[in-house]
Every structure is written in structure tokens, then in C-alpha cells.
């Protein structure tokens, strides 16, 4: 959209939505690192706005951790001292996915799909580095995304097809390990508008806390 004087003046002089809620709920808002130019109107609106934030892409598997070995952590440091400096909440999306994931993780060097075990040993040295790294500046993690089908059952991933519903299991245990004061959530859409993919989800819930996995809250997309 082209640059608009009357719609920024507008943003601009609009009640704050975090002030008027302030004592009731925090309002959120999905960034990327490009807004936290502390020049820009965007940066402006946004903490004029919104007092809990969470990166849209640039945490996700494939940005952050393209080829094994090799981290790209210059945006999710960027979005880490943003919240330490301002004192605004963040929320990391997400550690597993099924897209927005490399090849690398699932496959070996003939491409066939690697063995539960290795599989594993990958996901937990990803979400451990990168936990460890931003504890106690991203207080909320989604720790796995969108693994309930949309008609209810487990989405058949390449995560699932190799290592069944332990990966997610295994998923939460590591994150609370390598920082056991951050919120860890299972997040999905629909939840509230299919009752079966609801149901899928509160019965693997119920089943993850009666083994001990802390999984601390559901995210409703």
C-alpha cells in the first residue's frame, strides 16, 4: 500500500489499545525485524499499541536454522534486546513445525528419511540451542505448531511419520529443560470452530500432563 498521510496521522493520534486494556489483558501484535527500526512509523504504532509481540517467520525452523550446524540468529537477537530494552513481553513462534522446516532435519545424506532416534537428537539440539540462547528474555514459547488435522486426529507430519507423537512429548521436555521459567504452549487454528480437531487436542493434552510433559497452556490461533 502506498505511503498514506491521512492513514498515519490517523494511526498516529488513535487511542492507545494497550492503555485502554491496561490492568484487564496485554494486546499482542506478530512483528518482523524490520519494525524495530526505532525511526520508522511502524515502530511507533507498535509500541504505542501493543505490549506483548511475537516474531511472524523469523524463529521458525527454516530462518533460524537452515542447514544442520549453522544458526541464524541475528533477527531473534534483534527481537530479544528489543524486549529486554523496552520491557514488553515475547512470545517465540515456534521451535517445531511441519512447514517452514529444511529437509535436513527428517532426511540423510541419501535422502531417505532418517531413523526416530536421529531424528530426535536433531529437534532437541535445535530447540536447546535456541532456548538456552534467549532464556529469560522470551518468557512464552509455542513449542510445537499445528500438529492436529483439521478433521481431528494427529496431522501425519514428517515429524510423525518418523517418531509418532513422541517428537511433541520430547519437544516440551527440552524446552522446559534448557529454560524451566518459560511458558511452553501447543498451538493450532480451528480449534474453536471444529469440535473434533477441539477434541483431538484436549485428549492429547490431558494425556501429555497425566505423563508429566509440562505443557503449560493451549495457543488459540
Request: with cysteine.
Amino acid at each position: 500500500m502506498p505511503y498514506n498521510k491521512s492513514i498515519a496521522a490517523d494511526a498516529e493520534n488513535a487511542p492507545s489499545l494497550r492503555e485502554a486494556f491496561a490492568g484487564r489483558f496485554r494486546v499482542g501484535a506478530a512483528i518482523n525485524s524490520w519494525h524495530l527500526n526505532e525511526n520508522s512509523r511502524e515502530y511507533a504504532v507498535i509500541r504505542k499499541q501493543f505490549n506483548v509481540f511475537t516474531l511472524e517467520n523469523e524463529s521458525k525452523p527454516e530462518p533460524i536454522h537452515p542447514e544442520e550446524g549453522r544458526y541464524v540468529f541475528e533477527r531473534v537477537d534483534r527481537f530479544a534486546e528489543f524486549g529486554e530494552k523496552t520491557g514488553v513481553r515475547l512470545r517465540g513462534h515456534t521451535l517445531v513445525w511441519h512447514s517452514q522446516c529444511p529437509d535436513w532435519f527428517f532426511t540423510d545424506e541419501n535422502g531417505n528419511f532418517v531413523e526416530k532416534e536421529v531424528l530426535l537428537r536433531r529437534m532437541k539440539e535445535h530447540i536447546t540451542t535456541i532456548v538456552s540462547r534467549c532464556r529469560g528474555k522470551i518468557g512464552t514459547w509455542d513449542v510445537v505448531n499445528e500438529v492436529i488435522r483439521d478433521e481431528g486426529g494427529m496431522r501425519e507430519s514428517k515429524w510423525y511419520k518418523i517418531a509418532g507423537t513422541d517428537y511433541i512429548k520430547e519437544a516440551f521436555r527440552c524446552a522446559h529443560e534448557a529454560d524451566p521459567a518459560a511458558r511452553l504452549i501447543i498451538n493450532d487454528y480451528n480449534l474453536e470452530s471444529s469440535e473434533a480437531k477441539a477434541d483431538t487436542m484436549a485428549a492429547f493434552v490431558r494425556e501429555m500432563l497425566e505423563e508429566g510433559v509440562p505443557v503449560h497452556g493451549i495457543g488459540l490461533q
